[in-house]
């Protein structure tokens, strides 16, 4: 089953820290294709869809900061109202819960972007639905 | 007013005289202990040669590490028998300290109290509220049958929720407290945001302030924010709890009992007497307890004798306010804290790393900002948070208080080389 690696990066919640990230990322000539912050109290996580997850999480990891890799599922839907609908409704019919997500539109094609419990079933589920689950190049060259 | 006019005003030849007599039952008393025995044989004293007070300086100290290590009752000097109530104190690496009293302890102990409340001009027609906690400390039980042995009417409330503590001041017209100066900034607040003035709607008149050290400052702003007057109380478990000293109607200084405690004030890197009125370390001798009396104890609080006489007459000496510790112990919502005992708890967590930093702001917060470990991190916002409240969680079990956590990067803590700067405590008390 196609799924993609996301970048998660703790970081306090206080000012510079983006700045530090990206920072190290930019060095390691890293290109960021979608991010998403959460913040909770005093920290939050940065989720990061890049270039090469491997050498972000370790050039991250070099300057100290605690970063992991995360599994996704990438699903292309039309771009049109109720496209996004028919994807939930598909998810939510396998009783399938949406954790983090995000989405996108790059080139007029959009990619929503989710955590689930597990990746693998809600990409079969999303395929067999005719919807199409992207590898990691794919998510990486819409 | 006096409670025990007698002793509390005798003169000073005549005091010295039953400090020596106590002193030496004391020790006669403590060769019944094997630490003591052990200590006595150690240095070579024997009791009978106490021929004077300043022979008290040939015994040897006692320590925190001495009760903990003879925990739990290895050293009475009584059978277990005979001990009527047990106390604990608070703040404590591994083990607590256990103290024991006699029936007699417990009523010699009531009658400290009862001189304190006499000498700031309680009587049985005022109503006493206990805002301090009750259980295994001695704010609470010490103090009220101190009070009780005055008459007055005793709410036995402990602290917190102070809309309890509200309803039952102007239910009951609650005329003297006994608090933290941290509470009683926060009830104070309490009443303003309530739209309540102490002064019209509340019957307060005084308020007994300890557990934790507080400035003049501080004193002068509880009197004007409650219209009250504030008598400062020193004490401490292994003397008993409250009422070692206590301010009389001259707030000028706490009499020390003399005639239950002898007072020292050494210098705590090198044990010996500093000059007169000096500041250094409180050291109590306990002479007229029977369960579990303690020689030389150095309290680790710093403070100095105030010399010359009292306009209220008595004859036992002043200290004071305690201006700090001789050691690293905090103490924060009038409960002891060791920066180790976070270390500890910290040690157990694999999540988290060994450092951490102790902020202490505004009357009582308290935040112990510790570092994620990397290898803990899951990405998962959710799971972080789970692990702050866990280590808060944790924290509350072995401090009895419950600080706020904050999760930092690993490795952006300052790290602790031998006296390395632990706690910054910017606290206005």
Known sequence: MNTVKLVAVFAENRPGQAARVTEILARANINIRCITVASSGTFGVMKLLVNDPDLACQALQHEGFAATLTEVIAVEMPDKPGALHSVAQCLAAQKINLANTSGFVANNRAILVIEVHDPAQAGEVLKKQGFHVLTQKEALTV | ?429
């Not at chain 2, 400035?215 to 004007?224: D, H, L, M, V």
Request: aromatic share 8%; with cysteine; glycine share 8%.
């Open chain 2, 1 to 429: 007013m006096f409670w025990q006019q007698e002793i509390e005003t005798l003169e000073r030849p005549a005091l010295d005289v039953l400090q020596l007599k106590r002193l030496r039952e004391t020790v006669g008393r403590l060769e019944r202990v094997p630490f003591y025995r052990g200590k006595f044989l150690e240095t070579g004293i024997k009791p009978e040669e106490i021929k004077s007070a300043a022979d008290l300086r040939r015994l040897p100290f006692t320590t925190a590490a001495d009760l903990r290590e003879n925990y739990p009752d290895k050293m009475l000097a009584v059978s277990r028998e005979e001990t009527l109530r047990l106390h604990t104190s608070s703040g404590t690496t591994g083990k607590p300290k256990a103290l024991f009293f006699s029936r007699r302890d417990l009523d010699t102990a009531a009658e400290l109290i009862a001189r304190a409340f006499c000498m700031t001009g309680v009587t049985r027609r005022d109503v006493f509220q206990n805002m301090m906690s009750y259980g295994l400390f001695t704010g609470g039980l010490m103090m009220h049958y101190g009070a009780e042995k005055i008459g007055c009417l005793v709410i036995p409330a402990g602290p917190g929720t102070s809309e309890r503590q509200l309803l039952l001041m102007q239910d009951f017209r609650t005329t003297v407290i006994h608090v933290t100066p941290s509470y009683a900034f926060y009830f104070a607040d309490f009443l303003e945001k309530k739209g309540i003035d102490p002064r019209k709607n509340l019957a307060l008149r005084k308020a007994f302030v300890g557990a934790e050290p507080y400035t003049e400052e501080t004193r002068r702003k509880i009197e004007a924010a409650l219209g009250i007057d504030v008598y400062n109380s020193y004490g401490l478990t292994e003397m008993n709890g409250p009422g070692v000293a206590f301010e009389c109607e001259g707030k000028c200084g706490m009499h020390v009992w003399e005639d239950n405690f002898v007072l020292e004030i050494i210098n705590p890197a090198t044990g010996e007497a500093v000059g007169e009125g000096e500041t250094g370390e409180l050291v109590l001798t306990s002479i007229n307890r029977e369960a579990m009396p303690l020689l030389r104890y150095r309290t680790r609080d710093l403070t100095s004798i105030i010399p010359g006489p009292c306009a209220c007459g008595r004859t036992h000496r002043r200290i004071h306010r305690i201006t700090g510790r001789s050691d690293d112990m905090l103490i924060v919502r009038g409960v002891n804290i060791f920066p180790q005992q976070i270390e500890r708890v910290l040690m157990a967590l694999p999540q988290i790393g060994r450092n951490y930093l102790i902020q202490l702001e505004g009357l009582d917060e308290m935040t112990v900002k510790v570092e994620l470990s990397p290898s803990a991190f899951d990405g998962q916002v959710g799971h972080l948070a789970e692990l702050q409240n866990e280590v808060a969680e944790k924290l509350r079990a072995e401090l009895w208080i419950r600080p706020k956590v904050d999760l930092v990067a690993s490795g952006s803590l300052p790290v602790a080389e031998g006296k390395a700067k632990r706690v910054i405590d910017k606290r206005s008390l």
